[in-house]
């Protein structure tokens, strides 16, 4: 039978009122009842129910995150990132999946509400209008992480995705490349693929070097998507000598399909990712990448977003992480 708070109560012949200022650590507890409280919440393991401590207490020590999904390394880092700040500062971490569905993402914003989170950190490759609106309105403390939104007066952590790709995209055409195709996000999707494709066309441009259409493809961010995506690309005409790929998992994708069908990489077709995710290197030929520490992101995030909890003066609004470009063997230098 579950013990409740009125048990234990009754078994150290207390009220329901002192046991709980025992649980919250209230100095108005003489030291014998007290011990008396701790002995009987020993003996029966009682855990007060944190819900209910919330709805007396008005708050909780509770840091929701909302992203799309959880099944990558960059996202992971992220997340245990955010953990182990919220654990040194004392608070509870608590996940929801919006699988990117606009209606699951409003669902876990309110759910968080509901639950009087203390603050909410969002991922922010994707968020639509509606949920801005939901967040400017709500007035719970919110971070958004893994996108620049300085035009929004909500803070932000990311990566500098434009001057990331910008960098990766110039040293391909340093090594003498020329016809440098991109895999980039959907157009549709606001997530970071738009600003490293901004990156990629900078970029080109800044080297007088035409931005074709032709050697644009979309792609969902998968190893399968990316695989079709290049299939596309191989169909369309002649392969270009070089491919930037808005992710790792599109270029390890694009990667396998030209093996299967007996193009080499790189001294046909040299390959440039975005991420370095643990696959980079386990690959063959290694994967050269845009490096960044999912990690740090996630820390900063949680870092800030405890600030704002506690009302403290932010030094900036918006943050970017560091990044540098990992050089591994998917790249050929022209002559």
């Not at 996108?147 to 340093?174: C, G, M």
């Not at 193009?263 to 290197?281: A, C, H, L, N, Y």
Request: with cysteine; aromatic share 6%.
């Amino acid at each position: 039978m579950k013990i409740t708070i009125k048990d234990v109560a009754r078994m150290a012949n207390v009220s329901i009122a002192t046991v709980s200022r025992v649980i919250n650590n209230s100095p108005t507890v003489g030291s014998d009842i007290r011990q008396r409280v701790l002995d009987v919440l020993e003996a029966t393991q009682f855990r007060p129910n944190a819900i209910a401590r919330t709805l007396v207490k008005n708050n909780t020590s509770l840091i929701g995150v909302l992203l799309p999904e959880i099944k990558n390394n960059v996202l992971d880092d992220m997340v245990e990132g955010i953990n182990q700040v919220a654990r040194l500062y004392g608070y509870d971490v608590m996940i929801a999946l919006s699988g990117g569905k606009e209606e699951s993402e409003l669902h876990y914003y309110n759910l968080f509400r509901e639950m009087q989170a203390s603050g909410i950190i969002v991922s922010a490759s994707g968020i639509r209008d509606s949920l801005f609106e939901l967040i400017e309105a709500s007035k719970i403390p919110c971070l958004l992480v893994g996108r620049d939104y300085r035009e929004k007066s909500i803070p932000s952590v990311h990566v500098d995705n434009v001057s990331a790709a910008f960098e990766a995209v110039t040293y391909l055409i340093q090594q003498g490349h020329r016809d440098i195709a991109m895999l980039r996000g959907a157009k549709g999707d606001i997530s970071a693929g738009n600003h490293r494709f901004q990156g990629y066309e900078q970029a080109l441009k800044a080297a007088h070097l035409p931005v074709r259409a032709e050697r644009i493809l979309e792609s969902a961010i998968s190893v399968e998507e990316g695989a079709a995506s290049m299939r596309k690309l191989y169909d369309s005409g002649p392969l270009p000598t070089a491919v930037f790929c808005a992710t790792d998992r599109i270029a390890i994708g694009a990667m396998n399909f030209l093996a299967e069908i007996g193009v080499k990489v790189p001294e046909q077709v040299s390959f440039f990712g975005f991420d370095d995710i643990d696959m980079t290197v386990i690959i063959r030929p290694k994967l050269s990448t845009v490096r960044y520490s999912a990690s740090e992101l996630g820390m900063v995030a949680a870092r800030n977003l405890i600030k704002l909890i506690k009302g403290e003066e932010l030094s900036a609004y918006h943050w970017s992480v560091s990044h540098q470009l990992q050089i591994r063997d998917s790249i050929a230098k022209l002559s």
